[in-house]
């Protein structure tokens, strides 16, 4: 057995759900920093989030995934490629596990609203938000269902048809979100969809990334191709994240708002070393790959990984403060 072997068998599950972990946990962290702004509420509330942040992961490890078909082989019908068929059925798993995440999200929003402890952003069109969150979550769930049976056992032809299908089920991560309450709605939620998509792509790319290594270690030019895809996601997240917090908020609220800008602070401060990551990875890991150095390829992504799923917790949060 040579040294690549084991980590490729056993590396892939293990990374998935220490990753989901961490952003478990900066989704506790960053809940017990608001606790101030959200006194009386926290546990519902710290629940509400943990389940939100599993279906940000969720999301990204399915949209990741069937991208990563799609960059590599874009052909449909190669179902005897192992890689790509371990990567769409990472897909159909990471599916599955968004669906639930979004059938107990609606469950437990009408749990909470019914007991009068829901604390939901109130759309500016003036509906209801209790309504919005429920059909949104029930209708990603539907969604995210269809992609994991149209996926499942590692079926590639049906990779575009769930591609599309799961970039139709972020929507309900946009809609549920803060900027549902903005006054200029129209276009927070479009500065919104384009922060959900660039996280969620770059995000889940790395969690395929990992499959990958179940079957194969990832070329020097597959890694190069995707670090032009998050590098494009990194300049949609700035952007989208500056034209997000201006839409509803003044710099004299922002200012004034207390916890929210320090979670604010460290979200900033993690993507600025994500960039700084992203940079060497580009400048030094990938020519490392190329020579052929066994840790070079775990080096870049760990890293990335880690910084990701710590920002996804602290943006959920961020998310549900009300601002």
Do not use: C
């Not at 599955?96 to 107990?104: D, G, L, N």
């Amino acid at each position: 057995m040579s040294t690549t072997e084991v980590p490729a068998r056993v590396q892939p599950a293990r990374v998935a759900v220490t990753v989901t972990l961490l952003a478990v946990l900066a989704t506790v962290v960053a809940q017990l920093t608001m606790t101030a702004d959200l006194a009386g509420r926290e546990p519902a509330e710290l629940f509400a989030s943990t389940l939100r942040v599993l279906g940000y992961v969720a999301a990204s490890g399915t949209v990741g995934s069937l991208v990563l078909v799609l960059l590599t082989n874009p052909v449909e019908g190669r179902a005897e490629d192992p890689t790509t068929a371990a990567l769409t059925f990472s897909a159909s798993v990471w599916a599955t596990a968004w669906a639930a995440s979004s059938v107990v999200t609606a469950a437990t929003t009408l749990v909470r609203a019914e007991l009068g402890g829901a604390v939901l952003p109130t759309p500016a069109s003036g509906s209801s938000a209790l309504d919005g969150v429920v059909v949104a979550s029930v209708l990603t769930a539907l969604a995210a269902g269809v992609v994991a049976a149209l996926t499942h056992g590692g079926r590639t032809r049906r990779v575009p048809a769930a591609y599309l299908l799961a970039l139709g089920a972020l929507a309900g991560l946009v809609l549920t979100g803060h900027s549902a309450g903005a006054d200029n709605w129209g276009w927070a939620l479009l500065s919104l969809a384009l922060h959900v998509g660039a996280v969620t792509l770059w995000f889940g790319g790395l969690l395929a990334l990992v499959t990958q290594v179940a079957t194969e270690a990832p070329t020097a030019g597959q890694l190069r191709q995707f670090s032009s895809v998050a590098l494009g996601a990194f300049f949609g997240v700035v952007l989208s994240g500056v034209g997000n917090v201006l839409s509803r908020m003044s710099p004299a609220q922002l200012l004034d708002s207390g916890a929210y800008v320090l979670l604010l602070g460290v979200k900033i401060g993690l993507l600025v070393l994500l960039g700084l990551a992203g940079l060497g990875h580009r400048t030094r890991s990938i020519r490392k790959v190329e020579q052929g150095s066994p840790h070079a390829f775990w080096l870049l992504v760990a890293g990335e990984l880690v910084l990701l799923a710590v920002a996804t917790g602290f943006a959920v949060v961020l998310a549900r403060t009300g601002f």
